[in-house]
């Protein structure tokens, strides 16, 4: 069990930090709830206690964990994805369902590149901000830095590998 001020990662929103548990009562049932602040949009998130484990909920990762997400953007390596913008949705949706930092880093890095050389659908671009949103608000914590300066790095990381592939692919 988590405590107030641990940093955990609620996949579907990203991470935070655990600043109440709050008891309520929802549909006649009382239930605890951690309240998750997530530094991107200063968003605030109930967590039901008892649904820990099949939400997916865990503890950031270690700066040298999150050394390996940049190096996934930093990769000069596009991956193959489908040419249809519905497969490629799907694509994408079921890497970050996965929850895997490094899946979600290639979701970034494949829409990131092929803007550059399409613009992207109005639900790729979504995507796009959803998995940025959770790289970026683990990162905040993770590297104990502002939200700008993330933004900075993951944008020139991911600048150098895109433009290298592209360059490699063409």
């Known amino acids: 069990m988590f405590e107030i001020g641990d940093k955990i990662v609620y996949p579907i929103h990203g991470a935070g930090v ?54 996934v953007l930093r990769d000069t390596t596009i991956e193959k994805m489908p040419t249809n913008w519905n497969r ?4 994408h949706q079921d890497k970050i ?4 930092l490094e899946e979600i880093a290639k979701v970034i890095k494949n829409l990131e590149c092929l803007d550059r050389e399409k613009s992207l659908s109005t639900g790729e671009r979504k995507i796009l901000n959803n998995a940025r949103q959770i ?36």
């Open 18 to 71: 655990i600043v109440d548990i709050e008891t309520k009562v929802i549909l006649g049932k009382k239930k605890e709830y951690y309240v998750l602040k997530i530094p991107v949009n200063e968003m605030k998130v109930l967590v039901p206690l008892g649904s820990m484990d099949s939400v997916g909920i865990r503890e950031i990762k270690t700066p040298e964990e999150m050394d390996k997400v940049l190096d």
């Open 97 to 100: 369902k996965t929850g895997d």
């Open 88 to 91: 490629r949705y799907r694509f």
């Open 135 to 170: 790289i970026l608000s683990e990162m905040v914590l993770v590297y104990d830095k502002s939200y700008d300066e993330v933004v900075k790095l993951v944008d020139e990381t991911m600048e150098e590998g895109c433009l290298k592939g592209l360059e490699e692919k063409a």
